[in-house]
């Protein structure tokens, strides 16, 4: 359910990275897969792990914890691979994104979604949309658009065609 006016609430799947818990909308969701090694690119950036073949698409796969600046995902038994489909400006950017672990499709009510948080230092925080309290923590909305710039988009879409 996208969030709109007149909408109370939206879903998200939410997910871990290390202790920290993220969650993105639940409509940019195609599929959850288990975890398997992707096919190298040479000469990507780091956190580019490379193709994944998803129903005969190969779809560039990241891994968010080094595009956030975190140490390198170590596959586990619960390690899956989100399947996006991003919208951005000028097209729809299919992505596959390495999580720790997958918790659960959840509804946040808008007014539960505080802004990212200004905390006066240069932590890159534009690619967070919002921020949830919960009981165990917070849950950090990403804005996968705006954690991707035109510059990675471009490698993902050119690596795509290749």
């Known amino acids: 359910m996208t969030m709109t006016a007149s909408s109370s609430e939206a879903q998200f799947v939410t997910f871990s990275l290390g202790e920290e818990i993220f969650a993105v909308p639940v409509e940019v969701v195609r599929e959850i897969l288990d975890y398997e090694e992707a096919f190298k690119i040479p000469n990507g950036p780091d956190y580019l792990l490379g193709l994944r073949n998803v129903r005969g698409q190969g779809v560039p796969t990241i891994d968010l914890r080094l595009?956030?600046?975190?140490?390198?995902?170590?596959?586990?038994?619960?390690?899956?691979?989100?399947?996006?489909?991003i919208p951005m400006p000028d097209r729809l950017l299919s992505l596959g994104l390495v999580a720790d672990r997958v918790f659960e499709v959840t509804p946040f009510r808008r007014d539960q979604i505080e802004q990212a948080p200004d905390i006066g230092t240069r932590?890159?925080?534009?690619?967070?949309s919002g921020v949830v309290r919960r009981e165990t923590g917070f849950v950090v909305i990403i804005d996968l658009a705006r954690l991707l710039t035109a510059d990675d988009a471009a490698i993902m879409s050119s690596r795509h065609a290749a």
Do not use: A, C, E, M
Not at 67 to 85: A, N, W, Y
């Open 67 to 85: 595009k956030l600046g975190l140490t390198r995902t170590i596959p586990s038994p619960h390690t899956r691979v989100l399947v996006l489909d």
């Open 123 to 128: 932590w890159r925080s534009d690619y967070i």
